[in-house]
């Protein structure tokens, strides 16, 4: 259930020690982070323990979670599944920007729809428009041999570039002094499930998509294929898969997801396009996924523990005025701890089913 | 134009590509040996401070470059053992090196270099043009080669001592063809590893004295995230560049002079939306990465991780 | 013991327990909060307001809290932090978070919101802005005054509608007005932190022969005016009182410190008489003003200072609106 190998031989042990790992690496960032904040002269046990008990103790402060929680799985999944089919997707960002440029057209200017219909169009036209960004990606990869980690990096910055300029010239209301699409209909707002919280339809719907990416990818014959060619192509193509078609669905996918991310946070939160949309969830999102090295179910605990980090970060500076730079400096130790703990995954996994790592 | 806005134009542009060719030069190393550099941006965060603060507390501009070498020097290492010795992921590691430096950056420098929240500057004491005699007072030309610090010439120097070292030495051949293929490299008695992890230090040096290019010579002060995403630009140097030396050289000539084509000509009361003209870098690089610019190919082992036998 | 004795001593002791309890919840101290959109460091802007805060904190007694480099995608979440918690006043220090501000709101009416600079107001949302043009009109005429070249520079931090409509508008309304002949030359760094492109943009407008620059572009401001210091030309200082950069190339400050704007609101909130609905503030209501360096008073051309006092008395008396100046600028064909 956690990786591919591990779905081949099922070993007990080495799936619990896979799943430490990222908890280890959490505890000593947060360990460092904890020197860092004694050195700005704030007691560390205060700051964490004001912090659980600020998310924890007020259902709507803990419903914040949620903004953060529903972008940041469908831009993990997104990376997840571009990496389970061989394709690198750094571009989860701009990707997101785009599909929320799509989503605010189609919430803006298609007005008097009822909800049930609305709703699914907006969130179709994002997946769209995350598709399309991700697709010229995969094009230029696939017919020009463009490196994709490069070209999705380059597209991201484009895309960003391109809402800033589409906003302040097109979208924004004539009247308006202020650099900002008008609002989405009423109709496509997500409804909420507890009213006066962050928890809406989003959540569902992301939970929703976890599932539905899990069964495609480990229980559809399809999915096998895709994971077929990601680990190894040339063995895929000798088994006479379609390489070109796999990789092609992988990155609209991919892209889809990322879009649907744009278009949840502007149907769940914040309901108009601005320039600076997304505080930048497309590059935690691979964090996330790479924490959860890539499984469907690990996202869901991954994209909860750094929106809990995101929310954590706001109320430790709050509360007791922890410097936000030392909430980015925990989530880069962490990061940089999951990558570097995959050697010792690797090599604990060697050990135990001996020598393929 | 006038002869007079051209010159002060190209200065302007080498001035602005001179730290993203520093950077670029970095991260062109280390692709070399097949590994990925995406935290380019956080070693030129951290030159930028570290060359920052070493001028604050000695006052002496070398010093800051001394303290910004290191800072690169660690960083470079942490990336080589994370993904050369441990495997971890080429990508990742660099996007998390970046939140890292932004966040520690930011953090130090509140804590180390503020007076209430007013920044301390280091006014009188950075590098400054190199007035060469004679040339530096020729007009037009003076100005564009002959006015700048000793780093920019540096720079043109570095250009062209890895042009030779890549394509003319023994030494070079082993660095390049431990990128194209590690497994012949290792037969052939290369020690992969190490000339990975030489390669790395040497990165993060070169990004660390351009992201300390802009705070010892640029501009006297440190601000959080200064950088501004030069480390990704550095990055498009690099594939605009061709993967060569003397192509990064050019490629960030030309996107310093497209930064400076926007200031320029805002200056000169043309009306265009900054961000069209913001675009330009990564269009560009788009375009050499299609081809535009002829083939473009990046050594072959470039991203896999290599497994010692 | 008598019954009774018991009864009074309880009700002595209940009474008392009460009194201290009201009195606590009488004195205890209002919770105020800003949301800042940039780094409390990032100079300008930001740090004033910031300022305001810690300046109220020190004059008031009441508790205070503070979120920086709070983006758009942030922005509601803070919001609601700080309703959770039991702030009485959240002030959002940015103009562009208006509408996101105004929604939260809605949401919880008993709790006090205010804007600086906002446009859009609600029962429990004041807006306190700044004129956003008159202290800016000010510098453009100090820089129309102070011109040789007839070239004057002007460096915004990002491409907004504000900083067209009102911003360079006012500029160029204050720069003709002194001096027709007068030339200005606006531009956009891009961003708040890039002080090298800021560098840049000077050194380029001063090749191009402005000799007089004002930069509304927070941690770049202070970079501007040395580059001005190391020309050998005029600066304004923009927001604060920039003197101290460089107190002989800084001519005049163009001040609308937002700290004004935050500790007004919070005096206000204090004294229990804040209000939703909006208010601008001008020169007229100490908001904004224009002030000259006294070292420098003897640089002043002849009559200068009776010229710019004239135009600020206008402003002050509303002879001038932003209506006025738009279309003036518009009759005469120039581009704001």
Redesign the interface.
């Known amino acids: 259930m956690f990786d591919i190998r591990s779905s081949i031989i099922n070993q007990k042990k080495y799936k619990v020690f896979y799943a430490i790992i990222p908890f280890l690496a959490l505890f000593i960032a947060l360990f460092i982070g904890g020197v860092l904040i004694f050195f700005a002269g704030i007691n560390p046990w205060k700051a964490y323990n004001y912090m659980l008990q600020s998310i924890f103790g007020n259902i709507r402060l803990f419903s914040e979670v949620f903004t953060h929680f529903v972008p940041l799985v469908f831009c993990a999944l997104s990376f997840a599944v571009a990496y389970k089919g061989g394709f690198f997707n750094v571009g989860g960002e701009g990707q997101l920007y785009f599909g929320a440029l799509t989503a605010t057209l189609a919430g803006v200017y298609i007005q008097g729809l009822p909800a049930f219909i609305h709703i699914p169009l907006v969130l179709l036209t994002g997946f769209i428009g995350g598709a399309f960004w991700c697709w010229i990606a995969g094009i230029l990869k696939i017919k020009l041999g463009a490196d994709e980690i490069l070209n999705t990096i380059m597209l991201s910055y484009l895309a960003i570039l391109l809402i800033n300029f589409v906003v302040m010239y097109f979208l924004k209301p004539a009247n308006s002094y202020i650099s900002q699409s008008e609002k989405i209909a009423k109709s496509a707002y997500f409804p909420k499930l507890i009213p006066h919280t962050q928890i809406n339809l989003g959540v569902i719907l992301s939970l929703l998509t976890v599932i539905i990416i899990y069964y495609f990818l480990y229980r559809s014959p399809y999915g096998y294929q895709i994971r077929a060619i990601g680990e190894n192509s040339d063995a895929a193509n000798y088994a006479g898969m379609n390489i070109l078609k796999g990789t092609m669905t992988v990155i609209i996918i991919s892209g889809g997801l990322a879009g649907l991310a744009g278009a949840s946070m502007l149907m769940g939160t914040q309901y108009r396009l601005t320039p600076a949309f997304s505080p930048g969830y497309g590059f935690e999102g691979i964090g996330a996924a790479v924490m959860a090295r890539n499984n469907p179910w690990g996202i869901i605990l991954t994209a909860f523990l750094f929106a809990l980090l995101r929310v954590g970060a706001g109320a430790m500076q709050r509360g007791v005025g922890v410097p936000l730079p030392i909430s980015w400096t925990i989530e880069g130790i962490i990061m940089i701890l999951i990558t570097g703990s995959e050697y010792l995954s690797n090599k604990f996994s060697t050990n135990l089913i001996g020598g393929r790592a | 134009m006038d002869l ?2 051209i010159a ?2 190209i200065s ?1 542009s080498i ?2 590509s001179i730290p993203i060719l520093f950077a670029a030069l970095g991260g062109l190393i280390l692709f070399k040996t097949g590994v ?1 550099n995406l935290g380019l941006e956080a070693m030129m965060l951290t030159g930028a401070f570290l060359g920052f603060y070493g001028v604050l507390i000695t006052g002496s501009p070398w010093v800051g470059l001394l303290l910004a070498i290191i800072g690169g020097a660690i960083l470079g290492l ?1 990336l080589a ?2 993904t050369v ?5 080429q ?3 660099g ?13 130090f ?3 180390l270099c ?1 007076t209430g ?3 301390d ?1 280091t ?1 009188t004491a950075n590098f400054s043009s190199i007035h060469i005699p004679f040339f530096s007072k020729l007009p037009i030309l003076g100005e564009i080669f002959f006015d700048h610090n000793f780093l920019t010439y540096l720079a043109i120097l570095l250009v062209i001592f890895v042009s030779w070292f890549f394509y003319k030495t023994t030494y070079g051949l082993s660095l390049r063809s431990v990128g194209e293929s590690p497994e012949t490299a290792d037969t052939a008695g290369i020690n992969v590893y190490l000339i990975r992890y030489i390669a790395a230090i040497v990165s993060g040096i070169l990004a660390a004295t351009g992201g300390a290019f ?1 705070t010892l010579t ?4 440190f ?4 950088t ?2 030069r480390g ?1 630009i550095a ?2 140097v690099i ?1 605009f560049g061709k993967y060569k030396p003397w192509g990064t050289l050019w490629a960030s000539l030309i996107f310093g002079a497209g ?2 084509l ?3 000509l ?4 043309v ?1 265009i ?4 003209v ?2 330009l870098p ?2 560009l ?2 375009a050499a ?3 535009v610019v002829g083939k ?1 190919r ?1 050594p072959s082992a ?2 896999k991780h290599y ?1 010692k036998n | 013991m008598k019954k009774s004795k018991v009864f009074l001593r309880v009700f002595v002791l209940a009474f008392a327990i009460l009194m201290i309890f009201s009195t606590l919840a009488m004195t205890a101290p209002l919770k105020i909060a800003i949301i800042l959109p940039h780094a409390i460091t990032s100079e300008g802007w930001t740090k004033s307001g910031f300022d305001g805060l810690m300046k109220a904190k020190e004059d008031f007694d009441i508790e205070t809290s503070y979120q920086e480099n709070v983006s758009e995608g942030e922005l509601k979440g803070a919001l609601r932090g700080y309703i959770a918690e039991g702030y009485d006043l959240i002030i959002v220090h940015e103009m562009g978070y208006n509408d996101p501000t105004l929604e939260v709101a809605e949401e919880s009416p008993d709790t006090m919101f205010a804007i600086t600079y906002g446009f859009k107001a609600a029962d429990n949302v004041a807006v306190t802005s700044g004129t956003n043009w008159q202290a800016n009109s000010l510098a453009g005429a100090v820089a129309g005054l102070m011109t040789k070249s007839n070239k004057v520079g002007f460096i915004i931090s990002n491409d907004s509608p504000v900083a067209h409509n009102f911003l360079n508008a006012g500029f160029i309304y204050g720069a003709k007005r002194i001096n027709p002949k007068a030339e200005v030359i606006t531009t956009f760094v891009g961003s708040w932190s890039d002080v090298v492109k800021g560098k840049e943009l000077a050194k380029a407008m001063i090749k191009q022969g402005v000799d007089v620059i004002y930069s509304q572009c927070g941690v770049v401001n202070r970079a501007v005016i040395e580059v001005c210091e190391e020309a050998g030309i005029w600066a304004i200082g923009a927001v604060e009182d920039m003197s101290y950069v460089a107190p002989q190339t800084v001519i005049a400050n163009a001040l609308a410190p937002t700290e004004y704007l935050v500790y007004g609101v919070i005096k206000e909130m204090v004294e229990g008489t804040l209000k939703g609905g909006r208010v601008v503030k001008g020169i007229k209501d100490g908001a904004e003003e224009i002030t000259f360096n006294p070292l420098l008073k003897d640089k002043l051309p002849e009559n200068g200072e009776e010229k710019i006092m004239k135009l600020r008395q206008e402003i002050v008396d509303g002879d001038i609106t932003l209506e006025q100046m738009q279309e003036e600028l518009n009759k005469q064909n120039i581009k704001f």
Do not use: C, H
């Open positions: 007079i806005t002060s134009w302007m001035r602005l990925f942490l053992y994370v010795s441990l495997g971890g992921n990508l990742v590691i996007l998390g090196m970046n939140f890292f430096a932004l966040g520690l950056t930011g953090f420098y509140r804590m503020s929240l007013l920044t500057t006014k802009l640029q501009v006297t002060r601000s959080e995230n200064i501004d995403g990704w990055l498009a594939i930064f400076a926007v200031l320029q805002q200056v000169m009361g009306k939306p900054i961000q069209i913001q675009m990564y269009i690089t788009i990465l299609i081809g473009v990046g470039l991203g497994v």
